[in-house]
């Protein structure tokens, strides 16, 4: 079974043609103020990385579901397929994303998978397809454990579908801020343009999937106040796909490679982006502390 997103993506590309029109004619009429909009290097660049991301997940889809059905055929509950299951699915699933997605910020190989997603100075719905060649390797090591509780393997990938689905809209500059509860309960435009910043303040945090609830009960949560730079602390400029998706790995691997000990060698790996043995590069914790002290 093809998952559920695979299907949205028609809809996706009307979406961004929708928004991509709006903005020229805002721009038309002078109306974009500090918005960007979009570039066309930028925006090829992220269909691309799309494309590969939906190639390589049906590559190795048929592995990652008979590994769900054997765990499934081991669960350790019946928990059904009732409504009650669904709606503990919802719960569960977002809380796993969450996490996830927070390992993905401050695990430096989990971030080699993601940082792609994040290295468009653009914020778009193109944006929202700027996928990962290398994060459908990265999710199932956290997925695992739901069918293992006994959610059914079909129950996992429509509800991962649905939460994806949900995502794609709240990359835009379009929406504003939206009812004070409906900024409370769930991610928005507003919180997940914080996510994409790369103003020290906004750095690894907002990593919600549907529930912004998570960030303000872990501590991860910042509301959208300063103009948000999009990007990454040190861009890379480049609209090459393959360049765009490895830069990161490579630069990793060539840290462990120069490393003069073992303990310098995992830290490249599994330490936060920024980690170095001898302080001398900063990661976003630290970066946070330094503003805090100025």
């Known amino acids: 079974m093809l998952p559920l997103v695979y299907f949205a993506f028609p809809i996706f590309l009307l979406l961004l043609y929708m928004e991509r029109a709006r903005f020229r004619a805002l721009s038309s009429a002078a109306g974009v103020g500090s918005m960007r909009g979009y570039f066309g290097p930028d925006t090829r660049a992220s269909l691309m990385m799309g494309v590969g991301n939906v190639l390589i997940g049906l590559a190795i889809g048929g ?3 008979a590994g769900y059905f054997w765990l499934y055929e081991h669960r350790l509950f019946e928990i059904g397929t009732g409504l009650w299951a669904w709606v503990l699915l919802f719960f569960t699933e977002d809380c ?3 996490w996830w997605h927070r390992a993905s910020h401050e695990v430096r190989f989990l971030w080699a998978a993601h940082e792609n997603h994040h290295s ?3 914020f778009n719905y193109s944006t929202a397809l700027r996928q990962s060649y290398t994060t459908p390797f990265t999710v199932p090591l956290f997925y695992w454990v739901l069918p293992l509780l006994g959610f059914h393997p079909l129950m996992v ?5 649905i939460s994806l689905i949900y995502q794609f809209w709240i990359h835009t500059e379009l929406v504003g801020k939206l009812p004070r509860w409906f ?3 769930f991610n928005t435009p507003s919180h997940h343009r914080v996510h994409h910043g790369a103003n020290v303040e906004y750095l690894d945090r907002n990593h919600a999937g549907i529930l912004i609830l998570w960030d303000r009960l872990f501590g991860t949560f910042e509301p959208e106040r300063a103009p948000v730079v ?3 602390t040190k861009n890379i400029e480049t609209f090459n796909p393959l360049r765009i998706a490895f830069h990161e790995w490579a630069a990793m691997f060539r ?6 000990s073992w303990r310098a060698r995992l830290g490249y790996c599994f330490e936060p982006p920024g980690w170095s043995p001898d302080g001398s590069t900063l990661t976003a914790d630290q970066l946070r502390a330094s503003l805090a002290t100025k």
């Open 120 to 122: 468009s100075q653009y």
């Open 157 to 161: 990938l429509t509800q991962i579908s």
């Open 183 to 185: 900024e409370f309960v």
């Open 63 to 65: 592995a990652v579901g």
């Open 230 to 232: 999009y990007g990454l």
């Open 255 to 260: 840290a462990m490679a120069q490393a003069d």
């Open 96 to 98: 796993l994303y969450y």
